[in-house]
């Protein structure tokens, strides 16, 4: 190895996080989940009546992430799901597009559905849940207004205003018989949905475009916005640039070390820092490496010819297995400093619970990071590092989807019992 790539190694200790850091972290993280002010703005998601399993009737759901809008049809309580998904446009996600575009664009999708289950033109409306995962200020379980965009969001008109009730408003004047009676966040949606599989599921989480949390706090579910948190983060200079190039540059910084849509900038930015555009001439442009790319740290071949594999294509072959073993430690590092700061908050959650001495709870997890080889190996050693015990992982599969199925079902009828 020559002198400059061990330099340039010694670099990439900026990524590793010792005990001691995290725990650091985890003091701001702990003192933010109750200060003023907060960079987490600890909102009510009005989530009061939990779903006990045994509803019954046709819901619809939509889902709008960062990436896709999913449109769900459940008939509860042991229908299968019926789905359609669509990638949301880039223009509608723009500062050229209107409110109202983005919710016509909601509404076809949902009408697609509906007619597909020949239901779109019933004489009554459908009860649907809507999964809008961005901050929002509720009152009720059926208003939600838009705090901030995060994530790639910067659609005009929709800030400071009612997302029920716009999309409702759509509903009607398309003569579309479905009326929203349940937002929630998708950690929200995740935590319902894990509460119907497991007893004492406290805590939802999501790590996909961005990452969130949301807990019961014995009284209702909270959306925490975790991604908001700006505190004693350990920046790289690759994170400072990822921020300042994003389009909310100063906020989401937590998010911005951790989820999807940034994780494969990061990479690249220390990519070209120590192996240098020369060695890797085709991800020189900003976004050309894709956060999936980083699912190359799976190749545990002698010589790495997965690696060599994955360059080829990309077409790049000259590294020498020296330099490809860098390239693996590159993403290798970024994937598991988020999987530690993933840990620290869970980890934080977890205390400031102040769970009676062995209760056992569950963590519901849905997002296509967590589901990154090594991934999930990486935090639950790290969560033990941390002192956590008696916390079940749960994968939900489609939470977000399915919570707001539940939500919708859980709002049209008196509080009962619920499983958490
Ligand atoms: C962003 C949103 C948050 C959502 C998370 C995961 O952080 O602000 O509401 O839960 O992404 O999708």
Known sequence: MSQNE?????????????????????EAFTSELHAEGSSMKMLSSCVHN???????????????GGTNLRAL???????????????????LMSENASGNELFLFIATVLLRLMTKHNEHKAAKNFPVGFTFSFPMRKTALNSAFLIDWTKGFQTP?????????????????LEIPAEIVAVINDTTGTQLAGSLKHENCRVGIILGTGTNAAYYNGHEIINTEWGG??????????????????????????????SG???G???????????????????????????????????????????????????MSNLTFEQRQIFKTIN???????????????????????LPEGMHINVAIDGAVYAKPGYQNRFKETLKKLGVKNVGLEMVDDGSGTGAILAAAAALKKPQVSKL
């Open 6 to 26: 061990q330099k340039m190694l010694h670099k990439l200790r900026q990524l590793d996080l010792s005990l001691p850091d995290l725990m650091r972290i985890h």
């Open 50 to 64: 939990l779903p006990t399993g045994k509803e019954t009737g046709v819901y619809y759901a939509l889902d709008l």
């Open 73 to 91: 049809r459940k008939e509860l309580p042991h229908g299968k799901i019926d789905m359609i998904k669509q990638k949301i446009p880039k223009y």
């Open 157 to 173: 008109g929709v800030v400071n205003e009612d997302v029920c009730g716009l999309l409702n408003m759509m509903l009607k004047n």
């Open 229 to 258: 948190f700006n505190k004693a983060l350990p920046f790289t200079q690759a994170d400072i640039i990822v921020d300042e190039n994003s389009p909310n540059a100063g906020k989401q910084l937590f998010e911005k070390m951790i």
């Open 261 to 263: 849509m940034y994780l």
């Open 265 to 315: 900038e990061i990479t690249r930015l220390w990519l070209m820092k120590v192996l240098g555009p020369k060695l890797l001439p085709n991800f020189t442009e900003k976004g050309s490496y894709e956060s999936r790319f980083i699912n190359v740290v799976e190749d545990t071949t002698a010589n790495l010819s997965q690696v060599q594999n994955f360059l080829t294509q990309h077409g």
């Open 332 to 354: 290798e590092k970024v994937l598991f400093r988020s999987a530690d700061l993933l840990a620290m908050g869970l980890f934080s959650m977890w205390k400031d619970m102040k």
